[in-house]
């Protein structure tokens, strides 16, 4: 197994020596969905291939992925032996998809975790082009994180980040921007940024790969929203609808949760960009995931100088006491 991610560095042997440890073990990922079967997402394309499913759509995703993503730095996508897709759930009821709890690519264990959209309680999907849209959605989206830049220092031992993208953390544990207050509309954190960034580029590249192969919006009220979410197109009454499923509480939460998303991340991503890059919404994008792939802030810095003067990206997001001398016992 290759112990690090493309753009990622660990200073210190004995760090770097717990990190390959952690990621040997993907049983914490797993762990968490005790009713789920998980499998390499290679091996679950292909026993979905062998069942009939024209998996073609997602394989045409991940070209188009690798093409741009290379244009922002990343030289190698995530392995597919490192995303673990779970299905045939031993629990009546799951719905899986990519609003599911506690899934997504983690750090620790550079690897990813993701539950096959739908009704969860067979090996297939109920609904193929859903189902291979919401996995490509999901993958792309965590192949931009396990891209980004990362660096790791040694503190007593463990792996201890401090950079992430373009955000940062001391060791000590200042992050370098606040959280945004509960409700707001706007942001100045780095990590809603950047989660934004991620998702309007997976979410742009499932819009793609749905045009190209005649993916239309599927009936029924879930599936139907689901669909404009993994191709970017949620209206803003979408995103306020409450939306019940009957019979199914955890439909309706997957509803809420794709909801919640929605105006905590995308929304908020989609007026930092208006509210600062009016007209260059997608240069601004673009240079944006460069720099979260590369770690490289300079250009970035540069062009948001040029339009609000100098100091821009500090002093949008910079917390006053990331500096403050760390509290000691």
Request: with cysteine; aromatic share 10%.
């Amino acid at each position: 197994m290759t112990e690090l991610a493309p753009n990622e560095s660990v200073t210190g042997a004995r760090a770097m020596a717990r990190l390959a440890a952690m990621r040997a073990d993907t049983s914490p990922l797993t762990g968490k969905h005790p009713a789920y079967v998980f499998r390499p997402l290679s091996e679950t394309l292909s026993r979905w291939a062998a069942d009939g499913i024209d998996t073609t759509p997602f394989h045409a995703g991940f070209e188009t992925a690798e093409r741009r993503y290379a244009g922002y730095g990343l030289t190698k996508m995530l392995p597919f032996d490192r995303v673990l897709v779970g299905c045939e759930s031993s629990r009546v009821g799951a719905f899986g998809g990519f609003h599911h709890p506690d899934q997504g690519y983690r750090h620790v264990q550079m690897a990813a975790v993701i539950t096959m959209y739908g009704p969860m309680e067979g090996r297939n999907p109920e609904r193929p082009a859903s189902a291979l849209l919401d996995l490509l959605r999901a993958y792309a989206h965590d192949c931009l994180h396990y891209g980004s830049r990362r660096r790791y220092v040694d503190v007593a031992g463990m792996p201890v980040r401090t950079q992430y993208g373009i955000n940062y953390r001391r060791a000590s544990g200042q992050s370098y921007s606040a959280a945004d207050r509960s409700g707001s509309r706007h942001t100045r954190n780095l990590g809603i940024v950047m989660e934004g960034a991620c998702d309007r580029e997976a979410r742009s590249i499932t819009r793609q790969t749905a045009a190209r192969f005649g993916v239309t919006e599927p009936s029924g009220i879930l599936d139907a929203l689901a669909f404009r979410d993994v191709t970017g197109t949620l209206t803003k009454e979408d995103a306020e609808r409450v939306v019940e499923v009957p019979g199914s509480e955890e439909q309706t939460r997957y509803a809420a949760a794709l909801s919640g998303y929605e105006k905590r991340v995308n929304r908020r991503y989609a007026h930092f960009l208006a509210e600062f890059t009016p007209g260059e919404e997608s240069d601004c994008h673009t240079r944006l995931l460069a720099a979260i792939i590369t770690g490289d802030v300079a250009g970035l810095e540069a062009w948001l100088d040029e339009r609000h003067g100098p100091g821009t990206f500090m002093g949008l997001f910079r917390t006053p006491g990331y500096f403050e001398p760390a509290l000691t016992a």
